[in-house]
C-alpha cells in the first residue's frame, strides 16, 4: 500500500481528534474511561504540527504520527490509522521507516498504549519493551539501534 507523509498544519487537528476518538473507542470503553468529549479535547490539547505528520493514501487521510523531542529523547504519540487502512501492513511499515530513521541519531524513543490494546503487539514487534505500566497505560521505550 503506497502512503505519503506531509507535514501537518494546524487545520488537521479536528481531522485528527474525530479520527482518535474513533480508534480508541473500543478500548477506553473497555477501561470505562471513553468520554466523548474527553478523547477529542486531549488530542486538540497536545497536537503539535511541527512534530506531526498526515498519512496519505491514495490521497486520502489515512492517519497521523506524531514524534516530538522530550528530555532524555522522543516520544511517539498520535499513531492513528483509520479502521480501512489497519491490519494490511501500513502500521509497521510506517513504524520501520520512522524508526529507521530515528535511529540514525541514536535517541531511544518512548510512547505509551492503553492496557489490552492491540497495538502493544505491533510496537512489541518493533522492539518496545515495558518501562512501567499502571491500571490504564503501558509505557514502553526502545532504545536506538546501532546503524553502523
Not at 502512503?3 to 482518535?20: F, H, I, P, Q, Y
Not at 480508534?23 to 512534530?51: A, I, N
Not at 492496557?115 to 536506538?144: C, K, N, T
Request: without cysteine.
Amino acid at each position: 500500500m503506497d502512503s505519503v507523509l506531509r507535514s501537518a498544519v494546524a487545520g488537521d487537528v479536528e481531522k485528527v481528534a474525530e479520527l482518535r476518538a474513533v480508534v480508541m473507542r473500543p478500548d477506553l470503553e473497555r477501561l470505562g474511561r471513553y468520554d466523548e468529549q474527553r478523547v477529542r479535547q486531549r488530542l486538540r490539547d497536545t497536537f503539535s504540527p511541527q512534530y506531526s505528520s498526515i498519512i496519505e493514501v491514495g490521497g486520502s487521510f489515512a492517519g497521523s504520527v506524531t514524534v516530538r523531542p522530550v528530555d532524555d529523547g522522543l516520544l511517539l504519540e498520535h499513531f492513528y490509522l483509520a479502521p480501512p487502512f489497519q491490519g494490511r501492513g501500513l502500521g509497521s511499515s510506517l513504524l520501520r521507516d520512522l524508526l529507521e530513521r530515528i535511529d540514525a541519531d541514536g535517541l531511544p524513543v518512548r510512547l505509551n498504549v492503553l492496557q489490552g490494546s492491540a497495538a502493544r503487539r505491533l510496537y512489541e514487534r518493533h522492539d518496545f519493551v515495558v518501562e512501567s505500566e499502571d491500571a490504564i497505560d503501558v509505557f514502553m521505550v526502545r532504545l536506538p539501534r546501532s546503524t553502523s
